[in-house]
């Protein structure tokens, strides 16, 4: 049962008399989701154009929009074959807080980012509303029967040169080292 069914059903209930039911149903409550989200797509070298193996797709749960999780929650749900081929259904579940005007609005509206990654490439970050990707056009994106279906068609993983590679590294030890002398007087 979804979510919006779980309120109403509470709400009727509640209407009806029904003493073990709270008030409390009318005004919001917490309820389990759960849903699938299925992948696919090809990973790509940027330069050459070769299938990339090994590539990691993590699942990043960022909350709802207004509700952000805190701290986000991530999950690696799978990788690029030898072809670069990445074919995933991945299994989630999350939790909502629900009001009676999140029923007659649609409810809350999910947000999650999924993050292609490999060594010595540049990850790629997808941004998802719901079943729209923010972050780029190329992405076909369905919902259906409660199922989110990404096609990511093909990602490019652009190589690290050595250079960026060292440029990063140092970014971090000097934010680290400063980060102390920022905080303490």
């Known amino acids: 049962m979804n979510a ?22 009318l005004i919001g409550m917490d309820v ?6 299925v992948v696919t797509g090809e990973v790509v ?10 590539a990691i797709v993590t699942y990043v749960d960022t909350g709802f929009v207004g509700q952000p999780a ?9 990788g690029s074959n030898s072809r670069g081929r ?6 989630y579940g ?24 490999k060594e010595g490439y540049e990850s790629q970050e997808f941004h998802f509303v719901g079943s729209t990707c923010t972050s780029t056009e190329s992405v076909n994106v369905r919902g259906l029967y ?12 652009e190589p690290v040169s050595e ?4 440029l990063e590294t140092g970014r971090k030890a000097v934010a680290q080292s400063l980060l102390p002398q920022m905080v303490l007087p």
Request: hydrophobic share 40%; proline share 6%; aromatic share 10%.
């Open 4 to 25: 919006r069914g779980v309120l109403v059903f509470c709400v009727v209930l509640t209407l009806c008399g029904c003493p073990n039911v709270p008030v409390a149903g």
């Open 32 to 37: 389990y989701l759960a849903g699938t989200l």
């Open 45 to 54: 070298d940027g330069t050459s154009g070769e299938p990339v193996e090994g």
């Open 70 to 78: 805190v701290p986000p929650v991530e999950e690696q749900i799978g």
């Open 86 to 91: 990445i074919s995933i259904r991945h299994y």
């Open 94 to 117: 999350f939790g909502a807080y629900i009001t009676f005007e999140d029923i007659l609005t649609g409810g809350p509206v999910k947000t999650f980012d999924l993050v292609v990654s």
């Open 146 to 157: 409660g199922a989110i279906y990404i096609d990511f068609n093909t990602i490019r993983l």
């Open 163 to 166: 250079i960026s590679s060292l």
